[in-house]
């Protein structure tokens, strides 16, 4: 059983940065996809950013592009999410996913049903 741990959250101030970790039990190269999550008070969780771990692939949501990256570091078996000009819109509770390449060619990459593994989050919060 696949184990996914995050670590980074804070509470910060607006324009500020932090980089989010989520370490796995497992080899990350052999997963197809990992993914950032995020679900704020009241809302559904929706996908921030996903990376295809053995090309690097990237894929945001709009509302980060140009402010959050996402990366790997599969030596490390370690996901991260890199968090820049960071917004009240920002705060939630952050998820670290990931996919096997059990039925990917019909995987919707969005919808958080598609990953198998999930981490127990980290709280980002962002004050004016």
């Known amino acids: 059983q696949i184990e996914l741990v995050e670590f980074g959250g804070a509470s910060v101030q607006a324009g500020g940065r932090l980089r989010l970790s989520c370490a796995s039990s497992?080899?990350?190269?052999?997963?197809?996809?990992m993914a950032w999550f995020r679900q704020a008070l009241e809302k559904e969780r929706e996908m921030v950013a996903l990376?295809?771990?053995?090309?690097?692939?990237?894929v945001y949501t709009d509302s980060v592009k140009g402010r959050f990256t996402i990366s790997r570091d599969n030596a490390k078996n370690t996901l991260y999410l890199e968090m820049n000009d960071l917004n009240v819109g920002d705060t939630a509770m952050y998820y670290c996913?990931?996919?096997?390449?059990?039925?990917?060619?019909?995987?919707?990459?969005?919808?958080?049903?598609?990953?198998?593994?999930w981490g127990q989050g980290t709280q980002v919060t962002v004050s004016s």
């Open positions: 996913a990931a996919k096997t390449s059990i039925g990917w060619a019909r995987a919707n990459l969005w919808s958080p049903s598609e990953y198998e593994y």
């Open positions: 497992g080899p990350t190269n052999k997963f197809y996809a």
């Open positions: 990376i295809y771990p053995r090309g690097g692939g990237t």
